[in-house]
């Protein structure tokens, strides 16, 4: 192995391989990175790019096509939030400073292209690592990453580009990584370490006897440890299954539910239900309908947030702000312009501004109102009994 500024190069069963580590917000990343290619002329580019992320750096157009209606039937909001919250940090350093995020992937890309050296996308599907990273994590680790990813975007003034160039140092990453390590492992091991062997393996397994490797400067310390290591690649991308405690926790409140009904029409004869359904259905429907508000929903969504949480909450397979969310959607369709604008969103008042967002914000906003409302409603209703 050999070092030369950000390009570790390396040797693996005959294979030349040069690792580019590189800042995404970096215009010096994206110089580099055409150097390296133009002058070693490999015969493979191995970049740190999924299919769905290449895609969207390809196509220009390619967030015309978001459709919010499937993002909510599939579930995906938590995980586009987050995508998008990582996206304005890394978009607003690099306007800051004159870059624009991935550039040096795509400078990777293009340059691969010039050369006629094929292009091979080295990195794990991101809906992969998000999820394998959500369910990695505890309670307090989830309010912890929430917390950052909100506050992330607004901290960039914070950084310069002396501070951008200095992160592709290997020991001050490597110090970094450390301390990440040490305050939230279970963000580091699926976030970095999964992705450093999936990204080594594909690297060292790319076709040609040179290749070069354009990757995250985090990424090279733990991937050059990794060098010759094979793994399941199929298995490091499954999607996690729910823990069997995770799904019965869903019937918690449910069963709890129709357990104290039972109890006390039984108990009462009669007497007394029409109390336990209002002390049931008054937080779920508030708390659902006045975070609907907080989200500046339309009317009808927050009616619908109402009425439908006392129901939702007593059916795990579908959630209040599911329901809200697509009412939402239908009564303020997203234009071309909101779809292209995903991309764009810097601040809170850009969320609420862009309707895709404004969605979003709805259905994880009557979300919380309605777990918030059924777990005060059940505490209710087993203080009436």
């Known amino acids: ?30 110089e580099e990175v055409r150097r390296v290619i133009l002058e070693e002329k490999p015969d493979t580019v191995c970049v740190e790019l999924d299919e769905g992320r290449y895609k969207m750096l390809m196509d220009k157009t390619a967030w015309q096509k978001l459709d919010v209606f ?77 917390s950052w990813l909100v506050s992330a975007p607004f901290a960039v003034n914070e950084i310069d580009e002396s501070v951008i160039e200095d992160l592709k140092d290997k020991d001050s990453l490597g110090e970094m990584m450390d301390q990440v390590a040490e305050e939230m492992p279970l963000v580091k091991t699926p976030m970095i370490d999964e992705r450093d062997l999936f990204l080594m393996n594909k690297i060292q397994d790319a076709p040609g006897k040179k290749i070069v490797g354009v990757v995250g400067a985090a990424h090279v310390r733990g991937m050059v440890k990794l060098l010759g290591q094979k793994a399941d690649l199929e298995a490091l991308s499954q999607l996690p299954e729910p823990s069997k405690f995770t799904a019965l926790l869903k019937w918690v409140i449910p069963l709890l539910m129709l357990s104290a009904f039972s109890f006390g029409y039984y108990k009462h004869q009669g007497q007394g239900l029409q109390e336990l359904l209002w002390a049931w259905v008054l937080p779920n429907a508030i708390f659902a309908g006045v975070l609907s508000i907080v989200a500046l929903a339309h009317p009808l969504t927050v009616v619908t947030a109402f009425v439908a949480s006392p129901i939702t909450s007593l059916n795990p397979t579908i959630g209040a702000g599911m329901v809200a969310g697509l009412v939402e959607a239908y009564m303020r369709r997203p234009t071309v312009a909101d779809c292209e604008g995903v991309q764009q969103i810097n601040s809170l008042a850009d969320v609420y501004k862009n309707r895709v967002t404004r969605v979003l914000l709805v259905v994880v906003l009557a979300s919380m109102g309605s777990a918030l409302g059924a777990w005060i409603g059940l505490g209710w209703v087993l203080s009436i009994l």
Do not use: C
């Open 1 to 30: 192995m050999s070092e030369a500024g950000n390009v570790t190069k390396l040797e693996y069963e005959g294979k030349e391989i040069f690792l580019i580590g590189t800042a995404h917000v970096s215009n010096k990343s994206v």
């Open 70 to 146: 499937q993002i909510i039937r599939q579930k995906r909001v938590l995980f586009l939030l987050s995508s998008l919250a990582l996206g304005a940090f890394q978009r607003r350093m690099g306007e800051k400073h004159g870059a624009k995020p991935g550039a040096e992937l795509l400078a990777g890309v293009e340059t691969a292209k010039e050369i006629g050296a094929e292009v091979v996308l080295a990195d794990r599907d991101v809906q992969a690592t998000l999820k394998r990273t959500w369910a990695n994590l505890s309670f307090f680790d989830k309010m912890k990453m929430g």
